[in-house]
């Protein structure tokens, strides 16, 4: 056998045992959750798109960091993607197999957003690192399986924890490099917004919450103003101007 045929033949055997150790991951197995609350969640975002029809033009998918834009930011939500008629699919706790199967079980008749804005992984963060990239990497290729035609804008894992780098800290950072090195750039857009979220030392990252996890409505704020650039690109669109600044409040935040 000459060198050539044996690399060939090198090459064939690892893709195939990458092919089957990704299979066996949990992350990209699609799953429901248990409980009666999830489905309920599950068949109101159904029930949305089926009552949207054909006018979203920007679908969010991913888990509470995204559904909690329903909540206080909610304000913020409607200057930036109101008039995008975007739609909200995020469903608090999911992890990437949890999004798969949703995703399995999504009404699509008729539905044909121009971009899909993905972030998700961070449930998946006590998994080995290459089993969150192989999920976030699955999420988002079923995505694309289901809208040929739609642009995906993948956001890297926020910021999780309340140190500025742990164990954890580094695998996530991590599994981001690896998911921009993998996105093209052309159908699949990749941006990294942990930089939106400063480090605070004594209070943690500016824009989370004290669980280190989910978003204060600051938190959204920079989020929406640091997505804008990029997503009115892609949209082929005029960037939205900024809110302008919150009166300070001294209620509970989000």
């Known amino acids: 056998m000459n060198y050539r045929m044996a690399l060939l033949c090198f090459v064939c055997v690892q893709a195939i045992c990458f092919r089957a150790q990704s299979a066996e991951f949990v992350s990209t197995t699609p799953v429901p959750r248990e409980g009666d609350e999830w489905y309920q969640r599950n068949a109101l975002?159904?029930?949305?798109?089926?009552?949207?029809?054909?006018?979203?033009?920007?679908?969010?998918i991913g888990d509470s960091i995204t559904q909690g834009w329903e909540h206080r930011p909610r304000n913020i939500w409607t200057h930036y993607y109101g008039h995008r008629h975007a739609i909200n699919l995020g469903i608090g706790g999911d992890r990437t197999q949890h999004v798969l199967w949703r995703l399995d079980h999504l009404t699509t008749q008729g539905l044909a957003p121009r971009l899909a804005v993905i972030m998700i992984g961070t449930n998946n963060s006590g998994s080995p690192q290459a089993e969150?990239?192989?999920?976030?990497?699955?999420?988002?290729?079923?995505?694309?399986?289901?809208?040929?035609?739609?642009?995906?804008?993948?956001?890297?894992?926020?910021?999780?924890?309340?140190?500025l780098e742990d164990g954890r800290g580094r695998k996530l950072r991590e599994v981001n490099q690896q998911l921009k090195e993998w996105a093209d750039g052309q159908t699949i857009h990749f941006l990294d917004l942990r930089e939106c979220f400063p480090?605070?030392?004594?209070?943690?990252?500016?824009?989370?919450?004290?669980?280190?996890?989910?978003?204060?409505?600051?938190g959204y704020r920079l989020w929406a103003e640091a997505m804008e650039p990029t997503l009115a690109r892609l949209l082929g669109e005029e960037p939205v101007e900024p809110m302008p600044p919150r009166a300070p409040s001294n209620g509970p935040d989000a």
């Open 132 to 163: 969150i990239v192989a999920g976030v990497k699955a999420v988002v290729e079923k995505t694309k399986a289901l809208f040929p035609e739609t642009t995906i804008l993948l956001l890297g894992i926020f910021p999780r924890g309340n140190q």
């Open 199 to 218: 480090f605070e030392a004594g209070q943690g990252y500016r824009g989370l919450r004290a669980d280190g996890v989910h978003l204060t409505v600051e």
């Open 45 to 60: 975002l159904n029930e949305r798109l089926v009552a949207a029809g054909t006018a979203p033009a920007v679908l969010f």
